[in-house]
């Protein structure tokens, strides 16, 4: 299975006769999805190599976006940037060393989940069609509005940052994305964010893969959070962003919505290793991020970052309706839409 979906997934982003493809992989980390890459992109004819990592140090305990394990080895760097696509077995977002091959022109797919949620949750053109249509409205809006029946109430400024969408692959120079995916989202102004946010029973925090258990009630005030209330998993959430000693960890990321219909909100129930990709995807989720937004362009490059998808929750983009109660009520991002 893993051969087969590795070479649909090459297939969809474009690998044709005559690229290169790079797999970047790090220790003993997905050995076998390198290999079927690497077969894959030689069945399409590319010309496809292994860039391995050694093994990390001993890891902390928290995970430190941004860090890429390569910040110290420029040739590689410079050998990446030489590729058509990398594949990305090891999570470079939000490096320095990233965007430094992206702009390079390299198109890169992050591929890290379990292989049978590659599978189930495999990109279509259709699904790439509807994921567009949400950034192509994202991108005109100036203002954003979150609220939920637990009683959040937060606006985004919108416009100063760009409009990305993730829908699993990539045949676009310099493009980013990840498998699985299916979202779009963008950036509050630095000081354009105000309001409150309420966690609901259910509602995932990510990297700690884990559901809300009790409410958590955040107060934002131009574009940081300066309250955290609630029970234990306010607790836990305030106490993980001071342990990064870093005042810019509770600024306001990223902020959007999914789209993926065959995404399981239950997924981590069910995979529990991977990044929770598809718990980012699942179909009316609104996800907001707490942490670095220089994936946008902006300033704020901490190592401190969460993403936080909220159940039943509605948005608004110039106070049109977008998702009502958890629910897309754009016809044009609905599952089956014709454009």
Request: aromatic share 8%; glycine share 12%.
């Amino acid at each position: 299975m893993l051969d087969e979906i590795c070479l649909r997934q090459l297939t969809l982003s474009g690998v044709h006769e005559g690229e290169t493809v790079a797999v970047l992989s790090q220790g003993d980390e997905r050995i076998d999805y390198a290999d079927a890459f690497l077969r894959g992109a030689k069945q399409l004819g590319a010309n496809a190599y292994h860039m391995r990592l050694p093994e990390p140090a001993a890891a902390s305990g928290a995970w430190a976006v941004g860090d890429s394990g390569l910040a110290t080895n420029p040739v590689a760097v410079e050998a990446l940037k030489q590729a058509d696509m990398l594949v990305d077995l090891k999570f470079l977002l939000f490096s320095k060393e990233q965007f430094a091959i992206q702009d390079a022109g390299t198109r890169i797919l992050t591929c890290v989940e379990p292989v049978p949620l590659l599978a189930r949750l495999m990109p279509t053109p259709e699904l790439r069609e509807r994921v567009e249509v949400g950034a192509e409205i994202l991108a005109k809006a100036g203002t954003m509005r979150i609220t939920s029946p637990a009683g959040t109430d937060v606006t985004y400024r919108l416009g100063m940052y760009p409009t990305m969408s993730e829908y699993g692959y990539t045949d676009t120079p310099g493009r980013w994305d990840h498998w699985p995916a299916a979202f779009v989202f963008t950036g509050g102004a630095d000081d354009g964010v105000d309001g409150t946010i309420v966690l609901s029973p259910g509602d995932v925090l990510l990297p700690f893969n884990t559901y809300v258990q009790t409410p958590v009630t955040l107060t934002i005030e131009q574009g940081f959070i300066t309250d955290i209330r609630g029970g234990l998993d306010a607790d836990l959430l305030s106490s993980y962003i001071k342990s990064f000693d870093d005042p810019r960890g509770y600024g306001m990321s990223h902020v959007g919505w999914g789209l993926d219909e065959r995404a399981h909100w239950h997924g981590l129930t069910q995979f529990p290793g991977g990044m929770g990709m598809e718990l980012r995807s699942f179909y009316g989720n609104v996800m907001f991020s707490i942490g670095p937004n220089n994936e946008l362009g902006g300033p704020n490059d901490t190592p401190c970052h969460f993403d936080i998808p909220m159940r039943g929750c509605s948005l608004f983009l110039d106070d049109e309706p977008i998702v009502i109660d958890g629910d897309v009520v754009v016809s044009e991002m609905k599952p089956g839409s014709k454009r």
